[in-house]
């Protein structure tokens, strides 16, 4: 059940700033430029194409053998983007703002003699990040145990996701998305704990790092808390430093252009 919750928070998380971000420029290029709407497809369609390639490229590597190595590199690297989109998450908590920047940043590609490329590529890149991001959470989530759990969370999520793609496109802007986005947020910084705190496991059982038991009380075990020193150590780093994620960037210059 947790792995399956896990999987949904994770998919509607990137899935929704997706949405949101291919919703706010279809909807900037239908009034800008309604000719070139069809290149946002495109682009769109091109990153999840992209985002599936990733996918069954990392079955192929992963499949048949147990590599516990490259599971303890998946849950590093997962964790460094779930703090880095954690933090970016709540440094922009305000999704009617991002939006804004968003259609300026269209908006200047529009004024550009390729605006069918600009639009392809911004379509693009808005799904081929989550898309490739998702690919890393999950598959580090379905190596903790079997995977339909994940499966599960995961076309749950998709429903949903698709709940909001119609409740968008039908002019609903008064979503609840500022505490959602602040939630969400909350969960990825946790879970970038979790997936260090599991790295280290990883390379415990390769004998890499060493092993000091730890006897814990049921309930924190059963939320996902290690049953190692190291392991609960390295959890606790992470959750200390993961507020520095969240710290306001220096921007070198004004406005939109400076921003992240």
Known sequence: M???????????????EA??????LAAFVGRAAPERAGALGWGAAAGLGASLVVAVLYAIFLGGEHDDRIEAATCLLAAGLMLWTGGWLARHADPRAWSDALKQQAGRALESRRVALAVAAIGFLAVFREGA?????????????????VLTGAAVAAVLLFGFWLAIRRGTRRLPLRPLFLGTSL???????????????EMQEQAFVSFTPVDLPAALVAIGLPESAEALVAFLVVLCLAPIAVLPRRRVAAGPAAAE
């Open 19 to 24: 949405v949101l971000v291919l919703a706010a």
């Open 2 to 16: 947790s792995l399956m919750l896990d999987a949904g928070l994770i998919l509607l998380r990137e899935g929704l």
């Open 133 to 149: 991001e998702t690919v890393l959470f999950l598959a580090a989530l379905g190596a903790e145990a079997q995977p339909l759990p």
């Open 187 to 201: 969960f990825l910084l946790v879970m970038a704990a979790r997936f260090t705190a599991a790295a280290v496991q």
